[in-house]
């Protein structure tokens, strides 16, 4: 199959129905090099789709150009809102500006206050990534944002701390087997907070619906069930995203620390430890957001009568959001 098949305006160019197809999508998703695309550039590229929708395409436009102009604006701009996303909460931006919090929460002999802050940093940060990247098909008040932030920052201060401080008080285990074990305290801490954070985050979208699509992308109904669908989908990936982000590079860095070079050389620990946190990070975020298609279907017989009722379609779509 050619790398770039036949343009279709909304659709990724890799089969969704795989996991390697959803994983090749989502790498083309979080591409950080879409982070430097200028305005003029974008608004080429969205004036160029509109142009497809009319039928009125300049000739000798290809369908590569067209499948990077919609690369384009997909990653910076919303699908609903049709918004521009702040740079540092796109997917694009999530690997780039996550590294650091990542490599500060993975800091080895950590203090009550050090251990606050960077939970406190990588919360908010997610917490404007999951809002900024929503289902936003119905509105959402900013009070219902503040809500879900401050749980969201809460529990994962408060598991963390709590972890820290039931390892202060274990005797049994010996110095050098506490700083690993401490090294591992981010990851309980960070993937239960995580499920929290796109709950409250989005707890909305429970109550009151969202929209699912026919077979020609027309909206049929608001379903709570799919909003459930959507929130549940998403979670699960926020357990999955932390795994190999905080779980590898302490065992991996325990083992590159016993190098002689690492040992002579302890200012080179740091650069090192951020390479191996930006590779498993890298890594491990095509992965989490490839387990479900963005654009995930359900039966029409699972959701709410009123839908069914309203179209003939067996199988409906939603944007569970990233």
């Known amino acids: 199959m050619s790398e770039y098949p036949t343009f279709r305006c909304g659709k990724s160019r890799f089969d969704q129905n ?3 197809g959803r994983f090749r999508h989502f790498l083309d998703v979080i591409d950080p090099r879409t982070l430097f695309v200028t305005e003029r550039r ?4 969205v004036e160029l789709l509109d142009r497809f929708k009319e039928g009125s395409l300049p000739p000798g436009v290809t369908d590569t150009q067209l499948w990077q102009a919609q690369k384009i604006k997909q990653a910076i701009v919303h699908p609903d809102t049709g918004e521009k996303i702040f740079m540092p909460f796109r997917m694009s931006g999530f690997v780039p500006f996550g590294t650091p919090v990542v490599v500060g929460l993975l800091l080895p002999n950590q203090t009550l206050l050090s251990t606050i802050f960077w939970q406190w940093l990588n919360q908010s940060h997610n917490a404007c990534v999951n809002y900024c990247n929503r289902n936003a098909s119905k509105p959402a008040p900013v ?16 598991i963390a ?8 008080k ?13 090294r591992f305290i981010p990851f309980p801490a960070v993937a239960s907070a995580n499920v929290c954070n796109v709950v409250l985050m989005r707890h909305t979208e ?3 619906g969202i929209s699912v699509l026919d077979d020609n992308g027309n909206v049929v109904g608001t379903s709570r069930v799919a909003a459930r669908h959507a929130l549940m989908e998403t979670a699960l990936t926020r357990v999955v995203l932390p795994m190999p982000v905080l779980v590898l590079p302490p065992i991996i860095m325990a083992g590159l620390e016993k190098l002689p070079l690492l040992q ?12 191996v946190c930006l590779a498993a990070f890298g890594l491990a975020l095509p992965i989490a957001i490839s387990i479900f298609p963005q654009m995930s279907q359900i039966s029409v017989s699972q959701l709410e009568p009123e839908i069914a009722m309203a179209t003939d379609c067996k199988i409906v779509t939603y944007n569970k959001g990233l």
């Open 206 to 208: 429970l109550s009151e």
């Open 170 to 182: 274990a005797s049994y285990f010996s110095p050098t087997t506490r700083v690993l074990v401490q």
């Open 143 to 158: 009070s219902k944002f503040l809500q879900g932030y401050l749980g969201a920052v809460t529990s994962a201060v408060s």
């Open 42 to 45: 974008l608004q080429e590229c």
């Open 161 to 168: 701390v709590g972890l820290n401080m039931l390892l202060q």
């Open 18 to 20: 795989t996991f390697s």
């Open 264 to 275: 002579r050389q302890r200012r080179l620990v740091l650069p090192v430890h951020s390479l």
